[in-house]
């Protein structure tokens, strides 16, 4: 029974919402504020929480601040009234999972509510078994993967940096966290920071902390993620999103072992391991001026490529039964679905833009829509469109040109979502909007996020 924590200072919306989720089958725990929030979740148990923003003692985002320091830290819900939309929006990029408006219907929060606690799940699942190998999560027989996690193991072991360079969801993230499990420093933290959906205002707060009263905000002293990846290693992902200020702090820390928090006056050493990845060409950066070149020089001690799904298509099969095997778990399915041969070949065929995520994302899409146990050819035809069509189909149809304007622009933000695999910050970098701008967007065009 997953256990959810609601932390609202009106007593009204606890009860409604505690009704709600105890009728489902969730056991519930209240805080009146964030305070009585951050005790409740230091003593563990915690699986959710549905969190207010504007509390007494202690705010909304002072709990998001408390959890940060958490590995491990349950999903959080956001509620925020109406007008507080763009605070909503800075609390989602503090950590938040998702977010909703007051009040909130109940079958909207109990939807978000099923897919953070799956988000969760799956974030789990990713921790390999103790005592096996942790290359074996990165799945493949290929020529390519076996090259791959050879590479994995010989560096492993040595304190070198390592830059893991490959295209948005072909499983970065995995290889930095084979790389920290097989190193001297497993037993320390494995840090993660996205670079690329922390704002640039705040980065290095982020990264190398602050003390009480740096900026407005800034309540108490923090950490950054820096110092808490000490012993261990930081996993910085996205590096190329990384503000030009903050890369020659980041420069600094590298060469002399030490950081100093935002408003502080003395620096504090730190001993992390760095590995970094990105999907961007940062020599174009360089030559761009975005991206620092005697920073790169210190990153790249050692380089491993992740290749994408197209240069791997023989682990095709292997990854689309695996995908469609937990998928089946997680939706509960009584009778588990299977892949037809014909099936296997057209997934075989695919140029697979979205590399491993898609996969993955396809798989689960027909779990959930499979009405037999087989899936054949026409079903993965079908849904493969649906992933890819060009936006362009938007112009085929008549009507007014509102509704084709609406239609243009809901299937162009899609695709561009789902080649950036979900990532907010990625897609509104892509369609040149501010985030809040595209979140604002898509709630206009009946696409909210969840």
Request: net charge neutral.
């Given at each position: 029974m997953?256990?959810?924590?609601?932390?609202?200072?009106?007593?009204?919306?606890?009860?409604?919402?505690?009704?709600?989720?105890?009728?489902?089958?969730?056991?519930?725990?209240?805080?009146?504020?964030?305070?009585?929030?951050?005790?409740?979740?230091?003593?563990?148990?915690i699986?959710?929480?549905?969190?207010?923003?504007?509390?007494?003692?202690?705010?909304?985002?002072?709990?998001?601040?408390?959890?940060?320091?958490?590995?491990?830290?349950?999903?959080?819900?956001?509620?925020?009234?109406?007008?507080?939309?763009?605070?909503a929006?800075?609390?989602?990029?503090?950590g938040?999972?998702?977010?909703?408006?007051?009040?909130?219907?109940?079958?909207?929060?109990?939807?978000?509510?099923?897919?953070?606690?799956?988000?969760?799940?799956?974030?789990?699942?990713r921790?390999?078994?103790?005592?096996?190998?942790?290359?074996?999560?990165?799945l493949?027989?290929?020529?390519?993967?076996?090259?791959?996690?050879?590479?994995?193991e010989?560096?492993?072991r040595h304190?070198?940096?390592?830059?893991?360079?490959?295209e948005?969801?072909?499983?970065?993230?995995?290889?930095?966290?084979?790389i920290?499990?097989?190193?001297?420093?497993a037993?320390?933290?494995?840090?993660?920071v996205?670079?690329a959906a922390?704002?640039?205002?705040?980065?290095?707060?982020?990264?190398?902390?602050?003390?009480?009263?740096?900026f407005?905000?800034?309540v108490?002293?923090?950490?950054?993620?820096?110092?808490?990846?000490s012993?261990?290693?930081?996993?910085?992902?996205?590096?190329?999103?990384?503000?030009?200020?903050?890369?020659?702090?980041?420069?600094?820390a590298?060469?002399e072992?030490?950081?100093e928090?935002?408003?502080?006056?003395?620096?504090?050493?730190?001993?992390?391991?760095?590995?970094?990845?990105?999907?961007r060409?940062?020599?174009?950066?360089?030559r761009?001026?975005?991206?620092r070149?005697?920073?790169?020089?210190?990153?790249?001690?050692?380089i491993v490529?992740?290749?994408?799904?197209?240069?791997?298509?023989?682990?095709?099969?292997?990854?689309?039964?695996?995908?469609?095997?937990?998928?089946?778990?997680?939706?509960?399915?009584a009778?588990?679905?299977?892949?037809?041969?014909?099936?296997?070949?057209?997934?075989?065929?695919?140029?697979?833009?979205?590399?491993?995520?898609?996969?993955?994302?396809?798989?689960?899409?027909?779990?959930?829509?499979?009405?037999?146990?087989v899936?054949?050819?026409?079903?993965?035809?079908?849904?493969?469109?649906?992933?890819?069509?060009?936006?362009?189909?938007?112009?085929?149809?008549?009507?007014?040109?509102?509704?084709?304007?609406?239609?243009?622009?809901?299937?162009?933000?899609a695709?561009?979502?789902?080649?950036?695999?979900?990532?907010?910050s990625?897609?509104?970098?892509?369609?040149?909007?501010?985030?809040?701008?595209?979140?604002?967007?898509?709630?206009a065009?009946?696409?909210?996020?969840?």
């Amino acid at each position: 029974m997953a256990r959810i924590l609601i932390a609202d200072d009106e007593a009204n919306l606890r009860n409604t919402l505690s009704r709600t989720l105890r009728q489902e089958g969730y056991a519930v725990s209240e805080a009146r504020d964030g305070v009585e929030a951050v005790s409740l979740l230091r003593r563990g148990g915690i699986d959710a929480v549905i969190l207010d923003l504007s509390m007494p003692r202690l705010d909304g985002f002072g709990v998001l601040d408390a959890l940060a320091e958490e590995e491990g830290a349950p999903p959080v819900i956001v509620l925020t009234a109406h007008a507080g939309l763009d605070n909503a929006v800075r609390a989602v990029q503090a950590g938040a999972w998702d977010f909703l408006e007051k009040p909130p219907s109940a079958e909207a929060i109990l939807l978000r509510l099923r897919r953070a606690l799956e988000s969760a799940r799956d974030r789990a699942e990713r921790e390999a078994p103790v005592g096996a190998p942790p290359t074996e999560e990165i799945l493949g027989s290929s020529p390519a993967v076996r090259a791959l996690r050879e590479a994995i193991e010989k560096i492993a072991r040595h304190a070198t940096r390592v830059l893991v360079l490959g295209e948005n969801g072909t499983g970065k993230e995995l290889v930095a966290r084979a790389i920290h499990r097989l190193s001297p420093r497993a037993s320390g933290p494995l840090v993660r920071v996205n670079c690329a959906a922390v704002p640039a205002e705040l980065f290095e707060a982020e990264l190398f902390g602050h003390v009480k009263g740096a900026f407005t905000g800034a309540v108490q002293h923090r950490r950054g993620r820096f110092e808490r990846a000490s012993g261990g290693t930081l996993f910085l992902d996205e590096i190329g999103e990384i503000p030009l200020p903050a890369q020659a702090k980041l420069l600094r820390a590298l060469e002399e072992g030490e950081i100093e928090r935002v408003g502080a006056e003395s620096t504090i050493q730190v001993d992390a391991r760095i590995v970094a990845a990105t999907n961007r060409d940062l020599a174009g950066q360089i030559r761009k001026g975005r991206f620092r070149q005697d920073l790169f020089y210190r990153l790249e001690q050692f380089i491993v490529e992740v290749p994408p799904l197209r240069a791997r298509r023989e682990d095709i099969p292997l990854l689309a039964r695996h995908f469609l095997e937990r998928a089946c778990r997680e939706c509960g399915r009584a009778a588990p679905v299977t892949l037809g041969d014909d099936a296997l070949e057209v997934l075989a065929a695919q140029s697979w833009p979205g590399n491993v995520r898609q996969l993955r994302n396809l798989m689960e899409r027909l779990v959930i829509l499979a009405e037999g146990e087989v899936i054949d050819a026409r079903m993965v035809r079908d849904h493969l469109g649906r992933q890819t069509a060009s936006p362009t189909g938007a112009l085929a149809g008549g009507g007014r040109l509102s509704e084709a304007v609406a239609a243009f622009e809901r299937e162009f933000i899609a695709a561009v979502l789902e080649r950036h695999g979900g990532n907010m910050s990625a897609t509104a970098r892509e369609l040149g909007l501010e985030r809040s701008s595209l979140y604002k967007k898509m709630r206009a065009l009946g696409m909210e996020r969840g």
